[in-house]
């Protein structure tokens, strides 16, 4: 079991900003592959991004360039700056541990005027 707990999401205007957070409890974080995803009303998880235990970074076709995927390994933190916020990009983010299948209660972003 690899328990995850998100937070920094919100309501932000488009072209705004967000930061989120996930902490994670598990062992031997520094050698995990970490991700984001997040799933729009009546749409499939989609894949944000991923950082690999060595820093390495993928990202969607639809948030590349505006968003960054970060970790802290001695804070066993991950982040995801969001920037350039689009209305489409409104979902629950999640952050999971690669490979383990576990998921935390999401944290919503909420993109609108």
């Known amino acids: 079991v690899q328990p995850v707990v998100e937070s920094g999401g919100g309501l932000v205007q488009p072209g705004g900003s967000l930061r989120l957070s996930c902490a994670a409890s598990?062992?031997?974080?520094?050698?995990?592959?970490m991700a984001w995803y997040r799933q729009a009303p009546g749409k499939q998880r989609e894949l944000v991004a991923t950082?690999?235990?060595?820093?390495?970074?993928d990202y969607g076709d639809s948030v590349k360039g505006r968003f960054t995927i970060s970790r802290d390994n001695a804070q066993k933190m991950v982040f995801l700056q969001m920037n350039s916020l689009r209305p489409e990009d409104t979902a629950v983010y999640y952050c999971?541990?690669?490979?383990?299948?576990?998921w935390g209660q999401g944290t919503q972003v909420t993109v609108s005027s």
């Open positions: 950082i690999r235990s060595g820093g390495s970074t």
């Open positions: 999971t541990v690669v490979g383990f299948g576990s």
């Open positions: 598990g062992g031997l974080f520094s050698m995990r592959d």
